[in-house]
């Protein structure tokens, strides 16, 4: 991810778009009951049993095809993702490779045949809308914000609940290492950390800043530039009568923005800091807010290094630091 730093805007967080994709003029069956796993280890299924995909040149093909759903590839795209540098025969391979995922994945046909299709130009996966679990986590997330938008934290709280649930773990387990799944898995953390400070933010307006101190510690100790969960913490410590402890995370995020990359805390969060040695009215908890209006106690700035918008598989919008005073 980039250094960069992006502003409050008043509104809840748009997530990280997906690398645009050019359209398929290939029809996607709908298969009921069947869905593709990637957030943990990659998973086919079909109704509730999970298919046997073979050995790790397989799970390489399909993951690199699910990160490429409905697109016809070539073979020389899918050769240097699945095999690299090391290209001996591997043309020959990749035939045997995509002859044994397609017997994996035999119990997922339809009656347009195989969902590995052999096309004009290469191959093509075809994925149904709601068939990859991260699309669906998606889905859920941008429900939770659009929720949270519209005034019903409970609502919001709920929805991403349901979305972090489909986690199993580090996404596309098997080849995280791999350079083609990079983007993707900055996208993805990327949209897990704003789901949780989506959540965090709907269970703050409900009441719940108790609860969540423990967890708020934690994220911000893995994370310790997400000035956004810096301030739900201070705002959560603050609420249950411990102002010197939020004081305190005050003075720990500052110090580690200054030593590790020469800045200062946002005006969120400084702001924040402000209302807390004055008792601010505002800081306590009093109903729910307006529909449209973010808390102003925890819309912080985006976090440091901030999330990665990509606009193409190897391409990202362009760092700006904020020098220290």
């Not at 994370?223 to 705002?235: F, G, N």
């Not at 959560?236 to 720990?252: E, F, H, I, N, P």
């Not at 580690?256 to 400084?270: I, R, V, Y």
């Amino acid at each position: 991810m980039d250094n960069g730093r992006a502003r409050a805007s008043g509104r809840a967080a748009t997530l990280p778009a997906r690398p645009a994709q050019s359209k398929s003029r290939y029809a996607v069956a709908a298969r009921d009951g069947t869905r593709f796993r990637i957030l943990g280890p990659i998973e086919a299924w079909a109704d509730e049993h999970r298919l046997s995909l073979g050995g790790p040149r397989q799970r390489t093909l399909l993951a690199f095809l699910l990160l490429n759903p409905n697109r016809g590839l070539t073979s020389d795209v899918l050769v240097d993702a699945v095999w690299g540098s090391r290209r001996s025969e591997s043309h020959n391979r990749l035939a045997m490779a995509v002859a044994r995922l397609r017997k994996a994945l035999e119990p997922l046909n339809g009656s347009g045949g195989t969902p590995l299709q052999t096309v004009s130009c290469g191959y093509l996966l075809m994925v149904g809308p709601r068939e990859l679990d991260s699309a669906q986590f998606s889905e859920r997330l941008e429900n939770g914000l659009r929720a949270l938008n519209t005034g019903d934290p409970a609502r919001a709280a709920a929805s991403i609940d349901d979305a972090l649930r489909l986690w199993r773990g580090t996404p596309l387990a098997e080849v995280c290492f791999e350079d083609f799944a990079q983007p993707e898995l900055r996208r993805l953390e990327e949209m897990r950390l704003v789901a949780l400070e989506t959540r965090v933010e709907a269970e703050l307006q409900l009441g719940h800043h108790a609860q969540l101190v423990g967890e708020l510690e934690a994220t911000l100790a893995q994370e310790p530039t997400r000035e956004r969960v810096a301030c739900q913490l201070m705002l959560a410590l603050y609420r249950s009568g411990r102002q010197t402890d939020a004081l305190d995370v005050y003075q720990r995020t500052r110090v580690h923005l200054a030593t590790a990359f020469g800045l200062q805390p946002g005006p969120a969060l400084a702001g924040l800091q402000s209302r807390i040695l004055h008792h601010s009215s505002g800081l306590n908890l009093a109903g729910r807010r307006p529909p449209g209006a973010l808390n102003a106690a925890t819309s912080c700035s985006r976090p440091l290094p901030t999330r990665l918008i990509l606009t193409s598989p190897a391409g990202a919008l362009a760092p700006v630091r904020r020098s220290a005073a």
